[in-house]
């Protein structure tokens, strides 16, 4: 049986609550099929590869399968990814050569000037430069925050009195992509997105509790996110 738009009951409502633990806010758990539920499919559909129709059918239904123990997709040791291949399993701590004119291209007016800059300090730490590009425009809704503005904070880093402060955008650039490689540091067992999720912004949908600084579990966004934007790029540049 396919739920579609209009469809409703718990059928739906077991949907919605499978797309929620996933980090998909199918806005609400309510047995309706909506736009917002529909939204969320599609999402879902995009990440895992599927024909992006909103239409939960038994290929999409099936892809479900794992989801909420969030089982990277399998590759080969010490193999590259693409997040089009691994999605949230993508291993962010390989470097890879990116075009940095095609980058700067891709970026909205107000980064172009950084696409250097994410590929010097993927470099420089061995980190993937389109998932610093992915964390920074999700961590400055698209670097138009007033922390990247006023405060040359490209990467969304804070301390317990809000976000930092840095001489320009690059060194935050630089510091996000050291403190990712960091061998003794926070991410030192992280190398896919999934992973990074659960310790960069933890919670029920990363198979944790709720977070008491996330009390509106807004963290279940964040992979998702995250994979959404390495895939927009990794079509503009690779």
């Not at 077991?14 to 499919?41: E, I, M, N, Y």
């Not at 095609?102 to 061995?126: E, M, T, V």
């Not at 990712?180 to 990074?196: C, E, F, H, S, V």
């Amino acid at each position: 049986m396919s739920l579609r738009v209009g469809s409703s009951g718990e059928s739906v409502r077991a949907l919605q609550q499978r797309l929620l633990q996933a980090g998909f806010d199918p806005g609400g758990v309510d047995g309706q099929f909506g736009g917002r539920t529909k939204a969320a499919v599609e999402r879902f559909q995009q990440q895992k590869g599927l024909t992006v129709d909103g239409i939960a059918g038994n290929q999409t239904m099936r892809a479900f399968a794992g989801e909420s123990t969030f089982e990277p997709a399998p590759t080969a040791p010490g193999a590259a990814t693409t997040a089009q291949q691994a999605g949230i399993g993508h291993k962010f701590k390989q470097f890879r050569e990116i075009d940095e004119a095609k980058l700067r291209a891709a970026l909205p007016a107000q980064a172009q000037h950084l696409a250097k800059d994410f590929i010097d300090a993927g470099r420089a730490n061995n980190i993937d430069p389109l998932t610093l590009v992915a964390i920074s425009k999700h961590e400055t809704a698209s670097w138009t925050s007033s922390a990247f503005r006023n405060k040359n904070n490209a990467m969304g880093i804070s301390s317990s009195s809000g976000p930092r402060r840095f001489d320009s955008a690059s060194q935050s650039i630089a510091q996000m992509a050291r403190g990712l490689a960091k061998p003794d540091g926070y991410y030192r067992n992280a190398t896919t997105i999934q992973q990074l999720w659960g310790i960069y912004a933890p919670g029920p949908a990363t198979g944790q509790g709720r977070q008491t600084n996330d009390p509106n579990n807004l963290n279940r966004s964040w992979g998702p996110a995250i994979v959404r934007n390495i895939q927009s790029y990794e079509r503009a540049v690779l």
